[in-house]
Every structure is written in structure tokens, then in C-alpha cells.
């Protein structure tokens, strides 16, 4: 398995930028499928984005469409989140996720075998 270390949450006033950053170690990040998924106080864990293993599709939850971008660098075996124009209901736990470059990218966090620590994200307004 893949291990993931996310790091770059931190509070942010609304509006602000954060970028998160997904490192990986074991295994090269390019024989996966990236995503990011998040957990509010009190909320279940919920799909934010995902992006497959060669980087040619994307996909996001509506609530995050044109403010957040996912990409990856298979290079330097890491995945990003930009997030612009923050709001305080993205504040959040962050955790990016992998499966298996020959599954399907799905927003199901059952389907995502390998998991990071967290980032934490707050949002102020």
C-alpha cells in the first residue's frame, strides 16, 4: 500500500487561497487514482475531488466546482488541492485518499484503500 502524508491546511479568512499537498512514500503515486475527501465537525466524511491516475480526468462535488482544483505530479510522487475563495463551510478536515490505478474513480470513500493523516482547514469569516 501507498502511504500519504497531507500537508498545507491552516486558517484562512474567507475568500483566502489555501493549497493542500498529498505526499507519497512506498509505492509511486502514479499507479493510483488520487482523491480528496473531507469531514466537518459533526458531518460524515464527504467526496470533495478526485482526479485518475494518468491526470486526464477530473472530478469535483458541485459545492466546490470552479473554487477548488485537484492536480497531480507523478514526478515528484505528490497531489494537490487549490483551493480559492474559501468559504467557512469548507472549514474541514482534509484527507487525500488513493486506489488502484484499474479501479474506477468513484466519490465513495469505501472504494479508497489508502488514506492519510488529515490536514485540518478553518475558514473564518
Known amino acids: 500500500q501507498v502511504q500519504l502524508v497531507e500537508s498545507g491546511g491552516g486558517l484562512v479568512q474567507a475568500g483566502g487561497s489555501l493549497r493542500l499537498s498529498c505526499a507519497a512514500s512506498g509505492r509511486t503515486l502514479s499507479t493510483y487514482n488520487m482523491a480528496w475527501f473531507r469531514q466537518a465537525p459533526g458531518k460524515e466524511r464527504e467526496f470533495v475531488a478526485a482526479?485518475?491516475?494518468?491526470?486526464?480526468?477530473?472530478y469535483y462535488t458541485d459545492s466546490v466546482k470552479g473554487r477548488f482544483t485537484i492536480s497531480r505530479d507523478n514526478a515528484k510522487n505528490t497531489g494537490y488541492l487549490q483551493m480559492n475563495s474559501l468559504k467557512p463551510e469548507d472549514t474541514a478536515v482534509y484527507y487525500c485518499?488513493?486506489?488502484?490505478?484499474?479501479?474506477?474513480?468513484?466519490?465513495?470513500?469505501?472504494?479508497?484503500?489508502?488514506w492519510g493523516q488529515g490536514t485540518q482547514v478553518t475558514v473564518s469569516s
Open positions: 482526479i485518475s491516475w494518468t491526470g486526464g480526468n477530473t
Open positions: 485518499a488513493a486506489s488502484n490505478w484499474d479501479a474506477a474513480v468513484t466519490r465513495t470513500s469505501a472504494d479508497f484503500r489508502s
